[in-house]
């Protein structure tokens, strides 16, 4: 069997890091029926494995997380071959335990954004994926076991609050997530998610910590520009230990891809819509979706 691709979502602080660091490396430029990705996908290795890169946010950052073509960037990496997908993002804690430059495994999200497209079956089917198990299982799971064998803090579940944005939390709406029980607060891990499951992709999402979210006050008299600094350096900090346990997991020997994984057959029983009701070429467009 040729060897698979495993997709990697960079996000901010690891986009632009991890392209550096593909080799043996190929552009491709993909069209979608969503429109074009963030960027053209940037094919080559990483650790042992074959990889397949998109950077989140475009070339330069240019992408809000509100505009970020999420449909285009799921759709184009299923396309190329992509089966497994494992995504970054930066976050704000909100709990004590959980420190800046510590990595988390999300295991489940709050959606509260509103502004995107949040499946690709919209005007063509009724199409229901289950998500109580937002994230791959088994992909977090090899994950955590890898993250056992290096020195990177990382929890190995947390709740993710996917917030609109582009501008951040009020104090108010920070103490609510925390009184909801969240651990991270967010901007582009929905309808990220949502989009994998449909892709009838494996996805994971590994979230990097930059500072606390607002409900913890900051310490009195630290200017905006110091803070800035800091949380800057508490990216650059995280971005490394996310380096560090991608590259132990695309060096390690662990099997990434399963055939057999509920996330790989979650369109089996999802579709509502008698076939004879959806147009014949709208769904030959979204047959990727389907391999």
Same mark, same amino acid.
């Given at each position: 069997?040729?060897?698979?691709?495993? *997709?990697?979502?960079?996000?901010?602080?690891?986009?632009?890091?991890?392209?550096?660091?593909?080799?043996? /490396?190929?552009? $491709?430029?993909?069209?979608?029926?969503?429109?074009?990705?963030?960027?053209?996908?940037?094919?080559?290795?990483? +650790?042992?494995?074959?990889?397949?890169?998109?950077?989140? $946010?475009?070339?330069?950052?240019?992408? =809000?997380? /509100?505009?970020?073509?999420?449909?285009?960037?799921?759709?184009?990496?299923?396309?190329?071959?992509?089966?497994?997908?494992?995504? =970054?993002?930066?976050? *704000?804690?909100?709990?004590?335990?959980?420190?800046?430059?510590?990595?988390?495994?999300?295991?489940?999200?709050?959606?509260?954004?509103?502004?995107?497209?949040?499946?690709?079956?919209?005007?063509?089917?009724?199409? $229901?994926?289950?998500?109580?198990?937002?994230?791959?299982?088994?992909?977090?799971?090899?994950?955590?076991?890898?993250?056992? =064998?290096?020195?990177?803090?990382?929890?190995?579940?947390?709740?993710?609050?996917?917030?609109?944005?582009?501008?951040? /939390?009020t104090r108010a709406?920070?103490?609510?997530?925390?009184?909801? *029980?969240?651990?991270?607060? +967010?901007?582009?891990?929905?309808?990220?998610?949502?989009?994998?499951?449909?892709?009838?992709?494996?996805?994971?999402?590994?979230?990097?910590?930059?500072?606390?979210?607002?409900?913890?006050? $900051?310490?009195? +008299?630290?200017?905006?520009?110091?803070?800035?600094?800091?949380?800057?350096?508490?990216?650059?900090?995280?971005?490394?230990?996310?380096?560090?346990?991608?590259?132990?997991?695309?060096?390690?020997?662990?099997?990434?891809?399963?055939?057999q994984c509920s996330?790989?057959?979650?369109?089996?029983?999802?579709?509502?819509?008698?076939?004879?009701?959806?147009?014949?070429?709208?769904?030959d467009e979204l =047959?990727?979706?389907?391999?």
């Open positions: 069997m040729a060897e698979r691709l495993i *997709g990697l979502i960079g996000g901010t602080g690891l986009g632009d890091t991890l392209a550096e660091q593909i080799t043996d /490396s190929e552009l $491709h430029d993909i069209d979608t029926p969503f429109g074009k990705p963030s960027m053209p996908i940037l094919v080559g290795r990483y +650790g042992n494995r074959q990889i397949a890169f998109i950077n989140r $946010h475009g070339v330069g950052h240019t992408f =809000s997380p /509100s505009c970020v073509p999420y449909a285009a960037n799921i759709f184009a990496l299923k396309k190329l071959g992509v089966r497994t997908l494992i995504a =970054s993002g930066a976050v *704000g804690s909100l709990r004590e335990d959980i420190a800046t430059a510590d990595l988390i495994l999300v295991s489940q999200y709050i959606d509260k954004t509103f502004r995107r497209r949040t499946s690709f079956f919209d005007g063509v089917a009724a199409v $229901h994926c289950e998500m109580a198990q937002p994230v791959c299982p088994k992909l977090r799971e090899t994950l955590a076991k890898t993250a056992k =064998s290096i020195d990177v803090k990382t929890h190995h579940e947390g709740t993710y609050v996917c917030m609109e944005g582009p501008q951040f /939390s709406e920070s103490l609510l997530h925390r009184a909801w *029980g969240a651990d991270l607060i +967010g901007m582009t891990g929905m309808p990220e998610a949502k989009l994998a499951r449909e892709a009838q992709m494996c996805y994971a999402m590994v979230a990097l910590v930059s500072d606390y979210d607002c409900w913890k006050l $900051h310490e009195y +008299g630290i200017d905006r520009k110091t803070l800035l600094k800091e949380i800057i350096g508490n990216l650059v900090a995280a971005t490394n230990n996310c380096l560090a346990l991608l590259k132990a997991v695309l060096a390690g020997t662990e099997n990434l891809e399963c055939d996330c790989r057959h979650s369109l089996d029983l999802a579709v509502w819509t008698d076939q004879d009701h959806i147009d014949k070429a709208r769904r =047959s990727v979706l389907f391999e």
